[in-house]
């Protein structure tokens, strides 16, 4: 059964920073991508990055470049979301996520096509202050 659990989020000020972590089981850790998305309230769920120890692949949406970096630790199942420089517009729910594929490239088709990713974890909040 795959199972993605967040943890990590918090309340946090401007300028601040934050690292999350999603603890992923029931899958070869390895062999797929697992992305961070994010809903903040009255907005639509928004890909904000992804890993893939597969191909190599890494996916920032330009909102969060150069602040946000993803690494994952493959002996731990683990990805994590360095986030700093934290702003207020960051404040969402932050959900992990896999849909078993190889490559974060699927992040492109998934958006074109609306085609949702299978298995999520429960989310965890962040919420910076201004």
């Known amino acids: 059964e795959v199972q993605l659990v967040e943890s990590g989020g918090g309340l946090v000020q401007a300028g601040g920073s934050l690292r999350l972590s999603c603890a992923a089981s029931g899958f070869t850790f390895d062999d797929y991508g697992i992305a961070w998305f994010r809903q903040a309230p009255g907005k639509e769920r928004e890909a904000v990055s992804c890993?893939?120890?597969?191909?190599?692949?890494?996916y920032y949406a330009d909102s969060v470049k150069g602040r946000f970096t993803i690494s994952s630790d493959n002996a731990k199942n683990t990805v994590y979301l360095q986030m700093n420089s934290l702003k207020p517009e960051d404040t969402a729910v932050y959900y992990c996520?896999?849909?078993?594929?190889?490559?974060?490239?699927?992040?492109?088709?998934?958006?074109?096509?609306?085609?949702?990713?299978?298995?999520w974890g429960q989310g965890t909040q962040v919420t910076v202050s201004s």
């Open positions: 890993i893939s120890s597969s191909d190599g692949s890494t």
């Open positions: 996520a896999t849909d078993l594929r190889p490559s974060c490239q699927y992040i492109y088709y998934s958006k074109r096509f609306n085609s949702p990713w299978s298995y």
